[in-house]
Antibody, heavy 120, light 110 residues
Framework: QITLKESGPMLVKPTQTLTLTCTFS??????????VGWVRQPPGKALEWLAL???????RYSPSLESRITITKDTSKNQVVLTMTNMDPVDAATYFC????????????WGQGTLVTVSS | QSMLTQPPSLSTAPGQKVTISCSGS????????VSWYQQFPGTAPKLLIY???KRPSGIPDRFSGSKSGTSATLGITGLQTGDEADYYC???????????FGGGTKLTVL
């Protein structure tokens, strides 16, 4: 049974760096083809794809945010970390992490999401 | 602005059928499989359709997917009030080397 859960601050100040952790179980990020990604959703708005890290440490980023975000993994802890620098109020959103199965550009299991507010 | 275009909203009656379109380009839908997600307010998206037309275990056959060229469609038959949700299409984009989602369609069943 695959589960994922996001954790991190609910509130960050403008210009600060956001660090979110996705802790997962039920799969290994050392299995060929597996990935973990991040998606965000501002209140009342659409899903936005952010980043993906693969089992082999390859990474993909949204071009519009690539200069500000970094995705890393710690396979020993079953965790994936997303950092986003220079936070702005427009970055306020619910941030989801999700499991990417081998051989498919799909997210089949999602975390519950964590709401991040950006305010001074 | 999303790379994939969906109608912002659709409304239909219980028991009817609805189709939700997702239009893209040769760099995304034209090349890769399309998936569909259902999202209720305050919850995470749920995978409904993957590889254009496959349903994960537990998804009823009232939900179907298809793809033609650079467009994809989600079909829902026998609509129920419990199907009221937001629906998103998603795929990969070769030019961006990143995933993309549609802008979402809010489905109302009344």
């Amino acid at each position: 049974q695959i589960t994922l859960k996001e954790s991190g601050p609910m509130l960050v100040k403008p210009t600060q760096t956001l660090t979110l952790t996705c802790t997962f179980s039920g799969f290994s990020l050392t299995t060929t083809g597996v990935g973990v990604g991040w998606v965000r959703q501002p209140p009342g708005k659409a899903l936005e794809w952010l980043a993906l890290i693969y089992w082999n440490d390859e990474k993909r980023y949204s071009p519009s945010l690539e200069s500000r975000i970094t995705i890393t993994k710690d396979t020993s802890k079953n965790q994936v970390v997303l950092t986003m620098t220079n936070m702005d109020p427009v970055d306020a959103a619910t941030y989801f992490c999700a499991h990417r199965p081998p051989g498919n550009y799909v997210f089949d299991f999602w975390g519950q999401g964590t709401l991040v507010t950006v305010s001074s | 602005q999303s790379m994939l275009t969906q109608p912002p909203s659709l409304s239909t009656a219980p028991g009817q059928k609805v189709t939700i379109s997702c239009s893209g380009s040769s760099s995304n839908i034209g090349t890769y499989y399309v998936s569909w997600y259902q999202q209720f307010p305050g919850t995470a998206p749920k995978l409904l359709i993957y590889e254009n037309n496959k349903r994960p275990s537990g998804i009823p056959d009232r939900f179907s997917g298809s793809k033609s060229g650079t467009s994809a469609t989600l079909g829902i038959t026998g609509l129920q009030t419990g199907d009221e949700a937001d629906y998103y299409c998603g795929t990969w984009d070769r030019s961006l080397s990143a995933g993309v989602f549609g802008g979402g369609t809010k489905l109302t069943v009344l």
